[in-house]
T-cell receptor, first 116, second 108 residues
Framework: KAGVTQTPRYLIKTRGQQVTLSCSPI?????VSWYQQTPGQGLQFLFEYFSETQRNKGNFPGRFSGRQFSNSRSEMNVSTLELGDSALYLC???????????????FGPGTRLTVL | GQNIDQPTEMTATEGAIVQINCTYQ??????LFWYQQHAGEAPTFLSY????GLEEKGRFSSFLSRSKGYSYLLLKELQMKDSASYLC?????????FGGGTRLMVKP
């Protein structure tokens, strides 16, 4: 099975611009989560999607949004970029088996976003 | 709320044993994960504990005490390639909350 893929791998933007990142989960996985990783804050949860619905949301401003498509692929969008948005954005997919609490998440390689 | 604490950095010698501790206070609990992350790479799954006790997997073992809100990851026969960050994460509902990670440096 192919792993989680994320595009693009690297991105440079300037303040005030907006950006869209893409994530393709492992085939058959219906849950997709997004995380922001910075040296100072570690890995922080952004949001989680399941069957095209946002089920959980972390503590991030409304400039961060996402969506999931019927094929489980997901995108996240950051509008009005700030310098502090520079980070590694990781996507993770999970099979989210019904009735199971074992929700191992498989991470993609991430998108390194630099805001200048 | 969720609060997960682990040491920021640890250093150990090749061939030795190291224990990385994780304490947590969370509003829900489905299980505890340990992930390994090499610099510039994505986290990879190491272990999962949902019941109290020790789970052993080769050179790596993970322990959980739910009543104490405590877990540790034990790495035996350390190798240079074990130099990485080790992330403790608590699963609650469909969310994973991560600790800040422990950067382990293995020296010859």
């Amino acid at each position: 099975k192919a792993g989680v893929t994320q595009t693009p791998r690297y991105l440079i933007k300037t303040r005030g611009q907006q950006v869209t990142l893409s994530c393709s989960p492992i085939s058959g996985h219906r849950s997709v989560s997004w995380y922001q990783q910075t040296p100072g804050q570690g890995l922080q949860f952004l949001f989680e999607y399941f069957s095209e619905t946002q089920r959980n949301k972390g503590n991030f401003p409304g400039r961060f949004s996402g969506r999931q498509f019927s094929n489980s692929r997901s995108e996240m969008n950051v509008s009005t970029l700030e310098l502090g948005d520079s980070a590694l954005y990781l996507c993770a997919s999970s099979p989210n088996l019904a009735g199971g609490s074992y929700n191992e998440q498989f991470f993609g390689p991430g998108t390194r976003l630099t805001v200048l | 709320g969720q609060n997960i604490d682990q040491p920021t950095e640890m250093t150990a010698t090749e061939g030795a044993i190291v224990q990385i501790n994780c304490t947590y206070q969370t509003s829900g609990f489905n299980g505890l994960f340990w992930y390994q992350q090499h610099a510039g790479e994505a986290p990879t799954f190491l272990s999962y504990n949902v019941l109290d006790g020790l789970e052993e997997k080769g050179r790596f073992s993970s322990f959980l005490s739910r009543s104490k809100g405590y877990s540790y990851l034990l790495l035996k026969e350390l190798q240079m390639k074990d130099s990485a960050s080790y992330l403790c994460a608590v699963s609650a509902g469909n969310m994973l909350t991560f600790g800040g990670g422990t950067r382990l440096m293995v020296k010859p």
